[in-house]
């Protein structure tokens, strides 16, 4: 099984990246932002995988400093 340096599964990352690259490919330029966030959601439907758009994190981001 291939790992990233995270040891998550490299299908993910693979699946993830071919989705952006796909959309990206089919739509071109000119669109605005939600239009691609929601076709890149399909897309990684398709694909067997689950997304959500734009969802809170679910901790504060710690600040730095």
Do not use: W
């Amino acid at each position: 099984m291939d790992t990233d340096a995270h040891g998550s599964d490299m299908s993910l990352t693979e699946g993830v990246i071919g989705s952006a690259f796909e959309v990206a490919n089919v739509l071109g330029s000119g669109f605005l932002e939600k239009l691609y966030e929601r076709a890149l959601i399909r897309e990684l439907a398709l694909r067997g995988l689950s997304a959500n758009a734009q969802c809170p994190p679910r901790s504060p981001v710690p600040q730095l400093g």
